[in-house]
């Protein structure tokens, strides 16, 4: 499979040669109206006659794919771009590893691979609706440039899976895409599809813990899907990791500037006490790794996964970098995985495609582990006594093996009572909003940052710190 040249002339800029498919193309422009409308609806709240100092994809070529300019966010050119690969794909694991890729969907792996497909781009609007009060109360012009980045490329990834949607399954196809605008993040009576994109993001601390450790989950699952046997699924979702890579860098270090400044802040309090000169206490941090980490944790979803099994085995789902393994069957291996049985820790051996999602969830635990290490070192450089923590696996979750049981940060098994009575001091809880958002005014002068947060070591694509990256007269 060759990929036709960009095109940007038409109402939908791509890869996949749209001016020649006047079907395909047809549909995608009845869609694109109403995607409009939802993010009008449900986008960034106000701001869309601002201009923004904005990325665009205009190319796939990794030297210069992106255009950097001014624009409002209702203009912002959502496109569809494919990974070009000269050579012929392969199947990257399972049963058929080594086999050709396919260019269509396979009869018997459709349901799957739409259910797949789904669930991926059902978290990009979700993401969008969380983050649309955020603008309002930004602590900088550079921060609410980064918000409206991710929102906009959020945006662009639902294309992406929208495209595969009306290009390969047909009637079944274009009812997910229209049910993919339908859905709200939260609603009671038609939420989101996983867990972490039905919970509340209403102030700056959650958001950058949402784009380190959610948009983060948001990597692995791309880079797993990246090795999927079904070739245009594989292409785009290598396309969407250029763009994840800025996602994850606002969250890391969103929040390494939050534990620098706070750090600065009980330097200088006789008291070491943060929260009296209007900062961000490290308990409060914490809570919010706590809460954000683990609601991340369930979306690798159950430790021990027969969907996890299929997807490996018929080659629709690899693991991260399959290229690293040897072995892309993996008929053979075992995982070892704890259980609880009585009450206590035990280890069960697994199949080793039975814990896909567990050797997924691995490589995003050890990533996390390393931004870990990199706000400890800002907090010894600061000289602050403080270090945070990522807390166990089994603390806080909803999916898996551990969502029955009680646990405490550290992994202890624990009753019930002794959860209820200790959730206060290790999850973000209401009084924790209240105080962040009696903290979080916005802070629109070119240059200035809120009290809360330490500056950004460099602006964007060259330009200062003190650059107008949203013009809002
Ligand atoms: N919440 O065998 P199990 C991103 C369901 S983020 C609710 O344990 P499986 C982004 C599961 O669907 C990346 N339900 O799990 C980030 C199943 O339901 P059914 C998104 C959940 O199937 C930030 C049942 O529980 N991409 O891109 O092996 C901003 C038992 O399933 C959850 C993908 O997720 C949950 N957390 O794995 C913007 C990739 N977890 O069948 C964007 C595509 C599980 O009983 N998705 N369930 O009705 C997948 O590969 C898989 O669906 C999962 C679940 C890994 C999510
Ligand atoms: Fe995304
Ligand atoms: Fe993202």
Request: proline residues 6%; aromatic residues 12%; hydrophobic residues 35%.
């Amino acid at each position: 499979m060759t990929t036709p040249n960009v095109d940007l002339t038409g109402k939908i800029p791509n890869n996949v040669g749209l001016s020649d498919d006047v079907k395909l193309r047809r549909a995608l422009e009845t869609w694109l109206p109403q995607y409009l409308e939802w993010w009008n609806d449900m986008g960034p709240s106000d701001f869309a006659d601002k201009p923004v100092f904005l990325r665009t994809a205009v190319s796939v070529d990794p030297g210069g794919w992106a255009h950097y300019d001014y624009v409002k966010m209702p203009d912002y050119r959502w496109g569809i771009f494919l990974d070009p690969n000269a050579e012929a794909a392969s199947i990257k694991c399972g049963d058929d590893a080594g086999a050709p890729a396919w260019t269509d969907v396979p009869g018997e792996h459709r349901n799957t691979l739409r259910r797949i497909i789904v669930t991926q781009a059902d978290t990009e609007p979700a993401s969008v609706e969380q983050q649309r009060m955020l603008g309002h109360i930004a602590p900088s012009l550079y921060d609410l440039r980064n918000l409206f980045q991710v929102n906009v490329e959020e945006g662009r990834h639902l294309w992406a899976m929208v495209y595969l949607l009306h290009k390969y399954f047909g009637r079944d196809g274009r009812d997910e895409a229209d049910e993919l605008l339908m859905r709200r993040s939260g609603d009671p009576d038609k939420p989101r599809i996983l867990g972490a994109f039905n919970q509340p993001c209403d102030h700056w601390l959650s958001f950058f813990a949402f784009t380190m450790f959610t948009d983060r989950d948001g990597k692995y699952q791309l880079a797993a899907l990246s090795e999927s046997g079904f070739d245009p699924l594989a292409r785009t979702t290598q396309f969407m990791l250029t763009e994840e890579a800025h996602h994850l860098f606002v969250g890391e270090t969103g929040l390494d500037r939050i534990i620098k400044r706070s750090a600065e802040l009980q330097r200088q309090d006789p008291n070491g006490d943060i929260r009296n000169q209007g900062g961000i206490d490290f308990d409060l941090i914490q809570r919010t790794i706590n809460y954000w980490f683990t609601y991340s944790l369930d979306l690798f979803g159950g430790e021990i996964s027969s969907n996890a099994s299929t997807f490996f085995a018929t080659g629709l789902k690899g693991r991260y970098r399959e290229d690293q393994y040897t072995d892309h069957r993996a008929i053979e291996g075992s995982y070892r995985v704890p259980v609880v049985e009585a009450g206590k820790m035990v280890e069960q051996e697994v199949p080793l495609r039975n814990a896909m999602n567990e050797v997924l969830r691995d490589a995003y635990v050890s990533d996390c582990e390393r931004a870990l290490r990199k706000w400890n070192k800002t907090l010894e450089a600061a000289g602050s006594p403080t270090r945070l923590s990522l807390p166990s696996r089994r603390f806080h979750r909803h999916q898996g093996l551990y969502a029955d049981h009680r646990f405490d940060p550290a992994g202890n098994p624990i009753s019930q009572g002794e959860y209820e009575a200790n959730l206060g001091r290790w999850l973000l809880v209401p009084e924790d909003n209240a105080y962040l958002l009696s903290i979080m005014k916005p802070c629109y002068e070119p240059g200035k940052f809120a009290n809360w947060i330490a500056p950004p070591n460099k602006g964007i694509e060259g330009r200062p710190i003190e650059f107008e990256y949203v013009r809002l007269d």
